[in-house]
């Protein structure tokens, strides 16, 4: 195999390529007739499917194996900000995938990257959660096209956060992913063979919607929308960007106000109305919750919080430190209105079992 295949190989963790190799497709002489798979993801959600693509293809009846492995380039992460892998090339690694056959293009149409992708001759890609955009050309190399697991109600939530935007719930992103690689799994010997073209129904654009990246400027909440809403949001944030809030500090016998920036953590609903409070945008304490007035009469309770460059607090520990001073809503918080779905996570059942989907590229 010639050199140019070791497009951006794993060493030390670096994205330096290497001038010469003795590696081959990793592959034995004995399934050397099985078909050519390429996977593309790059967060932890998308181990589960390369973990069930892993173990499927080693089957004796299996009709294909994994060849290549296509995720987003190391970046640097964590305390040390070291230059590490994506958890998808981790998880390879982990399980002893050549190094030489992860690639890591900066984009999916680069010349070099393609021409390496051309020479291993997949007969079908499949993409979950991976992060860049397929162009024309890497499209048209697979002979049986690209599979895509988009965890949504397709054509609904069309784009990168379809959980999110659905269901602001992050908890079932996991679970969707399980059950979409056991969906995989099940059907992709009707993709291999070509009969699942025959059963495959075309997607009614007219009821298309979109599931946009999230901005980090969508973490501010705004307490003029309901409480539900704002719950879902925190709990879908809760991985990145995470949710933040601006609140007033009223000093006792003075005027001053002192504005706050505080990471909301953990929240629920409350389930009583008309609770006591001196003014309509008071912030109260109550068994162990900081109490916030919400759109629509509604009430969010906020178990933990973070300030800035501090660690993650209780609500009783916030509003000791407060020492009996008050605390508004500010009216001049940040608000990103979202069109947020009314979901409870407890009552997903057939969200989970209905709405995993494949597309398929050709």
Not at 44 to 50: H, M, N, R
Not at 67 to 76: G, H, K, L, Y
Request: aromatic content about 8%; some cysteine; charged content about 20%.
């Amino acid at each position: 195999m010639n050199s140019s295949l070791m497009l951006r190989r794993f060493c030390c963790f670096t994205t330096s390529t290497s001038s010469s190799s003795s590696s081959t497709l990793p592959i034995s002489s004995n399934t050397t007739k099985k078909k050519q798979i390429v996977f593309l993801g790059s967060p932890q959600v998308s181990t589960t499917v390369l973990d069930a693509l892993f173990n499927a293809s080693t089957a004796p009846e299996s009709s294909f194996q994994v060849a290549a492995i296509v995720t987003q380039p190391p970046s640097r992460r964590d305390r040390g900000k070291k230059l590490l892998p994506s958890p998808i090339a981790q998880f390879a690694l982990d399980r002893n995938f050549p190094s030489d056959f992860i690639f890591t293009p900066e984009r999916a149409g680069e010349e070099i990257f393609l021409s390496n992708l051309r020479e291993l001759k997949p007969e079908l890609c499949i993409t979950a959660a991976y992060g860049n955009i397929l162009p024309r050309k890497f499209l048209n190399i697979p002979p049986l096209g690209t599979v895509n697991i988009h965890p949504s109600l397709l054509p609904l939530y069309r784009g990168a956060a379809p959980v999110q935007r659905a269901l602001q719930a992050p908890d079932l992103l996991a679970v969707l992913f399980s059950e979409g690689a056991k969906l995989l799994i099940r059907e992709l010997p009707s993709i291999l063979d070509g009969s699942a073209k025959g059963k495959a129904s075309p997607q009614d654009d007219s009821k298309a919607t979109l599931a946009p990246k999230i901005e980090p400027e969508e973490s501010w909440l705004s307490f003029n929308q309901e409480a539900t809403v704002l719950h879902n949001k925190v709990r879908a944030f809760a991985g990145w960007p995470g949710t933040r809030a601006k609140v007033v500090v009223v000093e006792k016998g003075d005027s001053s106000l002192k504005v706050l920036e505080l990471k909301i953590i953990t929240t629920r609903v409350c389930s009583q109305s008309n609770l006591e409070r001196n003014e309509a945008d008071d912030v109260t304490f109550l068994k162990g919750a900081l109490i916030f007035p919400c759109g629509q009469g509604t009430t969010l309770e906020v178990l933990e919080v973070q300030l800035p460059g501090k660690k993650v607090m209780n609500a009783a520990a916030f509003w000791n430190g407060l020492r009996g001073q008050k605390l508004k809503v500010s009216s001049q918080e940040k608000g990103i209105l979202l069109n947020c779905e009314d979901f409870d996570i407890l009552n997903c059942k057939e969200l989970i079992y209905y709405s995993i989907r494949f597309y398929v590229y050709f």
